[in-house]
């Protein structure tokens, strides 16, 4: 079994074996842009939890322990091997659960993340859409939850035009 499943956002590791999300997160931190301190488990532990079962849990919790705070809540969201893609977004289709707290909650967030990925609606996007006859690989992002000043959404591609730039679009909640 895989010693280690969890990277900082930051890690080379979390754009290799974390999903387009995590991808595109990495590249807004290598942009200077302020993104919630976070990490990638990556789509190894998924692999490793259905051949493995709890044992890959048991190390999870190892590799989680000394980063999870119980004094904060965090947001865990799947970044899977065919989210934000350049033809296909995924959007909406895989679970992402907010104002987590505790290393338990975490974990059994990250299974929630996991199973999203044989959800009926993600099975019939892939019909319909033909994303890819590859196997798709789900791993998961835990982010520290911020309090709201603004609400929105990052594009890395303009919706509009299709070329390669940052927009962002945002609205004032406070």
């Known amino acids: 079994m895989k010693q280690d499943y969890v990277y900082a956002l930051s890690h080379r590791a979390a754009s290799q074996r974390g ?16 993104v919630p301190q976070g990490w990638v488990v990556t789509w190894d532990a998924q692999n490793d939890y259905l051949l493995q079962g709890e044992a890959v849990l048991v190390q999870l919790r190892k590799n989680l322990a000394d980063k999870v705070s119980p004094d ?9 091997s065919v989210e934000d893609e350049s033809r296909h977004s995924c959007a909406g289709l895989f679970r992402s659960i907010l104002q987590v707290r505790g290393l338990d909650a975490v974990l059994d967030s990250i ?41 929105g959404v990052v594009f890395s591609k303009n919706p509009l035009t299709g070329l390669s730039e940052i927009i962002i679009d945002r609205k004032s909640v406070v």
Do not use: C
């Open 111 to 151: 299974r929630l993340v996991w199973k999203s990925l044989a959800s009926a609606e993600y099975a019939a996007y892939r019909q319909k859409n033909q994303t890819t006859d590859k196997p798709v690989r789900m791993a998961v992002i835990i982010q520290e939850m911020v309090q709201v000043v603004y609400s």
């Open 72 to 80: 904060k809540t965090y947001a865990v969201r799947s970044s899977a």
């Open 19 to 34: 999903g387009g999300k995590a991808r595109n997160l990495q590249f807004l931190l290598q942009r200077h842009f302020p």
